[in-house]
């Protein structure tokens, strides 16, 4: 819990080393496509508070804000993700821009070599950036075709060995229905991975919400719309809703 009173520079950060995964939709703003700057300047301003409190930070993006897979209606599906991938590339070094001009050193590694831009996605590479106190952003998801980004961060989380996977979409929060249709959603504090599966809730594809399970990797989701969350969260606040 945030104590009272006391600067947040000066409060000790729950986690150690976290992946965060943030949708492309959330970096869209209001526009809900593209790229809102605002967004990205307050996403960045507080990506560097946690930063600074010394958490290891690594981001998976996706590229929901310019496309999505299935958009490709009549296309083929591998050509259709391999598109999805590219966009999350965009997403990617616009969020390297924003957090560079706050004076933090990033590295962006891809799951699909573009070595003129970014690095190609090495494990042990990655590790060693976040122990140097550099964020770390993966794009491309994991490379291959029929698997979202959800499921990329979690392979990422457990393979750099993360304490947790924070998703910040623009709900906030895990509902038993879809609130944008149903005001009567209810939202739940705490969820467990198999109600997720068996309830069939769409916070995280099935093969995402598995290979947290099966590693042991908690989920918090909350929402991106106060960029001020993610500090919250670091902090240990209980906002938005854990996955365990």
């Known amino acids: 819990m945030q104590e009272q009173n006391v600067p947040v520079q000066e409060q000790k950060a729950k986690y150690k080393r976290v992946v965060l995964k943030i949708s492309g939709e959330a970096l869209a703003g209001e526009a809900n496509f593209g790229l809102d700057q605002k967004?990205?300047?307050?996403?960045?301003?507080?990506?560097k508070t946690v930063f600074e409190l010394?958490?290891?930070?690594?981001?998976?993006?996706?590229?929901?804000?310019?496309?999505?897979?299935?958009?490709?209606?009549?296309?083929d599906r591998t050509t259709a993700d391999h598109m999805g991938m590219l966009a999350t590339v965009m997403n990617a070094l616009a969020l390297q821009d924003a957090l560079e001009s706050k004076g933090i050193p990033v590295r962006v590694q891809t799951a699909i070599e573009m070595r003129?831009?970014?690095?190609?996605?090495?494990?042990?590479?990655?590790?060693?950036?976040?122990?140097?106190?550099?964020?770390?952003?993966?794009?491309?998801?994991?490379?291959?075709?029929?698997?979202?980004?959800?499921?990329?961060?979690?392979?990422?989380?457990?393979?750099i060995d993360a304490e947790v996977i924070l998703k910040a979409t623009k709900v906030d929060g895990v509902y038993d229905d879809d609130p944008a249709k149903?005001?009567?959603?209810?939202?739940?504090?705490?969820?467990?991975?198999?109600?997720?599966?068996?309830?069939?809730?769409?916070?995280?594809?099935?093969?995402?919400?598995?290979?947290s399970m099966d590693n042991n990797i908690p989920i918090i989701v909350f929402g991106i719309d106060r960029p001020e969350n993610i500090v919250k969260v670091v902090l240990g606040e209980d906002i938005g809703t854990s996955i365990t």
């Not at 930070?57 to 897979?69: C, K, L, P, T, Y």
Request: charged share 25%; hydrophobic share 40%; aromatic share 8%.
């Open 39 to 47: 967004t990205l300047d307050g996403l960045s301003e507080n990506l």
């Open 54 to 75: 010394g958490v290891e930070i690594a981001i998976v993006v996706g590229g929901g804000n310019f496309w999505r897979g299935r958009m490709g209606k009549g296309m």
């Open 116 to 159: 003129q831009i970014a690095e190609p996605y090495i494990r042990r590479r990655a590790i060693r950036h976040l122990e140097k106190k550099r964020i770390v952003i993966f794009a491309c998801g994991t490379g291959n075709p029929y698997f979202t980004t959800d499921t990329a961060a979690a392979l990422r989380a457990a393979e």
């Open 182 to 211: 149903n005001p009567n959603a209810k939202k739940y504090s705490r969820i467990s991975y198999l109600d997720i599966l068996n309830q069939r809730l769409r916070v995280m594809d099935s093969t995402a919400t598995s290979l």
